[in-house]
């Protein structure tokens, strides 16, 4: 019998320490069934709980997933309601159940956007999860790569006119330090639905050498087997880092 997916996944060789998704096609998703677009955004929804699920299972220890970008403010002020609304329901059903599961929930992005309904409910379930240990789930909201790149470079800045940092002292790790990611590890696999082939402002600095799988499954659509599978063939792929292969 063919092994099943998970089974190939334990035995493919080494797990992605971090898994990065641009969640896409869910206007597309709700359009091919006639439905409104916040009906897309729902399913959407259902399948960031499964992926999560899926995540725990396969042992991945961080999964990052772009739920709002800072461009999406620019979308028609109901569909921007209806995202934020389902945010902060999201985070106030799931907020038990990913405590139980052990996920610690960060969200990162310009926060001050939002309203006080759903910037509550974040920092509640960001509070209610602080002690998990199985996965650490990062939630980028009203978030672009580019203006966390400009936020670390303002963070420095300030250090070195109050005279905290010598400017000499100014290298990679001590720029990444000051992106919302810290101390974490940079992707290894970034995984974007519905088949376009950008990174969209999403962690510029951070996917340096991330390894790409890109995908024609609309996000409403896609599942753990769908997570798997893009984990099985990151396993078969070669990174180099820039130099040169083993042969
Ligand atoms: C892209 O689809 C998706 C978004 C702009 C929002 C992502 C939100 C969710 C998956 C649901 C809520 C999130 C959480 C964490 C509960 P699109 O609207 O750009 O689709 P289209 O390109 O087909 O129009």
Known sequence: MEPSAIEQLRSGG???GHVAIIMDGNGRWAGARGLPRYRGHRAGARAVREVIEGAVEA?????????????????????VSALMALLQQYVKKERDELREQGVRVRIFGDLERMESGPRAAIAEI????????????????????????????????????????????IDEAVFAARLFTGSQPDPDLLIR??????????????????????????WPDFTRQDLFEAIIEYQKRERRFGRIGAT
């Open 14 to 16: 080494r797990l992605p």
């Open 193 to 218: 639905t519905s088949g376009e082939q950008r990174v969209s402002n999403f962690m510029l600095w951070q996917v340096a050498y991330t390894e790409l799988h890109i995908t024609p499954t609309l």
């Open 59 to 79: 042992g991945v220890p961080i999964l990052t997933l772009f739920a709002f970008s800072q461009e999406n403010w620019q979308r028609p002020p109901r569909e």
């Open 126 to 169: 960001e509070e209610a999860t602080l002690g998990g240990r199985i996965l650490q789930l990062n939630l980028m909201i009203s978030y672009s790569g580019r203006m966390e790149i400009v936020r670390a470079a303002r963070s420095l800045a300030a250090d070195v006119a109050a005279g905290l940092l010598d400017p000499a002292h």
